[in-house]
């Protein structure tokens, strides 16, 4: 079964770091794109970035850049998302998500088909 | 960053209905398009990739159209369990950024 298994809920204060992780199971995990993806309480998705763990190349949305680091080792099959100094504002679930190529006549497309079940993360002084 | 548009923000509807969910992007981004389903403390499911194209094991009252700024959500026949949030997502950023719309959600009536 192809899944993509994300770290437990945090409870953080204001300042510390933290990194979450996703571990992939049942594909190929240096062969697809993984991306980042924030859900504010009752709001809704953001995309934060994307890596690719055959190469570590790293894409960061604008509103992210400078603010996350995502990082992999693909030698365990797992993405990171991590923070070096959290605010109150980063309280919010984060999701990992698998981006599968559809070969289709002219293009080649993209759709995020298998996602992890998404990390809790509470930042609270 | 290319802003994606949804509309509504929310619908009620019921069982039985034909809903369309739009969605507009601020540049054209040919059928580089998804649509993903949200339920209450789920994960995302995608739903329709190239814009048109049904994800396997997704039933086939879902479905898509559009291209290039304007694309449609459709679900022909409302049922219990499609009772949840859509979401738009292009996936055409050369720098791979693929932003969401706001979302979508549908209530009963």
């Known amino acids: 079964e192809v899944q993509l298994v994300q770290s437990g809920a945090e409870v953080k204060k204001p300042g510390e770091s933290l990194k979450i992780s996703c571990k992939g199971s049942?594909?190929?995990?240096?062969?697809?794109?993984i991306g980042w993806v924030r859900q504010m309480p009752g709001k809704g998705l953001e995309w934060m970035g994307i890596i690719y763990p055959g190469d570590s190349d790293t894409r960061y949305s604008p509103s992210f850049q400078g603010q996350v680091t995502i990082s992999a080792d693909k030698s365990i099959s797992t993405a990171y998302l991590q923070w070096s100094s959290l605010k109150a504002s980063d309280t919010a679930m984060y999701y990992c998500a698998r981006r599968s190529v559809y070969d289709l006549p002219l293009y080649n497309y993209y759709g995020m088909d298998v996602w992890g079940q998404g990390t809790a993360v509470t930042v609270s002084s | 960053d290319i802003q994606m548009t949804q509309s509504p923000s929310s619908l009620s509807t019921s069982v039985g209905d034909r809903v369309i969910i739009t969605c507009r992007a601020s540049?054209?981004?040919?059928?580089?398009l998804n649509w993903y389903q949200q339920k209450p403390g789920k994960a995302p499911k995608l739903l329709i990739y190239?814009?048109?194209s049904l994800q396997s094991g997704v039933p086939s009252r879902f479905s898509g159209s559009g291209s290039g700024t304007d694309f449609t959500l459709t679900i022909s026949s409302l049922q219990p369990e499609d009772f949840a949030t859509y979401y738009c997502q292009q996936s055409y950023s050369s720098s791979y950024s693929y932003t969401f719309g706001q979302g979508t959600k549908l209530e009963i009536k």
């Open positions: 540049q054209s981004i040919n059928k580089f």
């Open positions: 049942g594909y190929r995990f240096t062969n697809f794109w």
């Open positions: 190239a814009a048109s």
